[in-house]
C-alpha cells in the first residue's frame, strides 16, 4: 500500500469517530490545500462527520476559445467521457478562472456534477495546445 493511501486511511479513521469541530479542521484543511493549486473546488461539510466538494461561484459565459479550439476540447472531453463509461457530453457552460482557464460544466441529470479544467496556450488559434484537468465530480 503507498504511504499517501496510508495517511488517507488515518485521516478518515481518526475523522470518523471526532465531534464536527474536526470535520472543520478537514474542511479548512483541504480547502488550503485546493485553493494553493489554483483549484475551482471546495469542500463543505455535509454532516458531522463527512464533506463534500462543490465548485466555487464564478462568472461563466462562453469560452474565449475560437470555434476551433472549443470543437477540439469539446472532442477531447467527449472521448474521456467515454473512457468513464458516460455515452452523453453535452457542454452546460464556461466559468471563467481569473487566471485565464475555463471551467467546462457539463450536462448531467443528477446533483453530482462533472467539470473539465481547461487551459489555452493561445484561445485565438485552432491548432493551440490545450491542457485539461478532469472529470473532477461535484455537488451541485
Not at 114 to 121: C, L, P, R, S
Request: hydrophobic share 40%.
Amino acid at each position: 500500500m503507498k504511504p499517501s493511501y496510508i495517511i488517507l486511511l488515518a485521516a478518515v479513521f481518526a475523522l470518523a469517530g471526532c465531534p464536527s469541530s474536526s470535520i472543520s479542521s478537514a474542511v479548512d484543511s483541504a480547502n488550503k490545500k485546493l485553493e494553493m493549486e489554483g483549484s475551482p473546488f471546495r469542500y463543505v461539510a455535509a454532516s458531522d462527520s463527512s464533506m463534500v466538494m462543490t465548485l466555487m461561484p464564478l462568472p461563466a459565459g462562453p469560452s474565449k476559445a475560437v470555434p476551433g479550439l472549443v470543437k477540439k476540447s469539446m472532442d477531447s472531453i467527449t472521448q474521456e467521457e467515454f473512457r468513464q463509461k458516460r455515452s452523453v457530453a453535452n457542454l452546460e457552460e464556461v466559468r471563467y478562472l481569473q487566471d485565464g482557464r475555463e471551467v467546462w460544466v457539463l450536462q448531467t441529470l443528477s446533483n453530482t456534477g462533472i467539470a473539465y479544467v481547461v487551459a489555452f496556450e493561445s484561445a485565438g488559434n485552432p491548432d493551440s495546445n490545450v491542457r485539461m484537468k478532469g472529470p473532477y465530480t461535484y455537488q451541485k
